[in-house]
């Protein structure tokens, strides 16, 4: 099972194959931290059916997504008869993921520390008897 969030690199290519199923393939960046900063490692992903549609109605280069998915290796051969592997992650399920951040004019959650603060300290300040 693989786990990835990260943002299109393009839009999506979405298809049909003789069957008439669609098909959508996107390439997902996903950001890791090296010694020396950050760098982003390119995901070719796939998927079929319903999923391949949302792909295709909603989303566009550099949205946000989460996906869940297996590692699939599919083998071709090339107009010039070269043969070739590729090794991509088929979606099995997709969450649009939003990019806003929380508003500051609204209040948070308090924190388990702030919650800790907030707790009476001493048995007399409870609000009934111990």
Same mark, same amino acid.
């Given at each position: ?42 995901? %070719? ?6 999923? =391949? ?5 909603? $989303? ?29 992650? $088929?979606?099995?399920? $997709? %969450?649009? $993921? ?23 300290? =001493? ?8």
């Amino acid at each position: 099972s693989v786990n990835l969030v990260g943002r299109l690199g393009q839009n999506p290519k979405v298809g049909a194959v003789t069957s008439g199923s669609k098909v959508a393939s996107l390439s997902l960046g996903v950001n890791r931290k090296t010694k020396e900063g950050e760098t982003v490692d390119w995901f %070719d992903c796939v998927a079929w059916g319903k999923t =391949a549609d949302l792909i295709e109605k909603y $989303l566009q280069k550099g949205d946000r997504i989460g996906i869940t998915g297996t590692l699939q290796t599919r083998n071709f051969e090339t107009a010039n008869g070269d043969k070739r592997r590729v090794v991509e992650i $088929l979606i099995e399920r $997709l %969450d649009f $993921l939003s990019d806003k951040k929380p508003d500051a004019a609204q209040p948070t959650e308090p924190t388990a520390q702030t919650a800790a603060e907030a707790a009476p300290t =001493a048995p007399s300040e409870l609000p009934f008897e111990i």
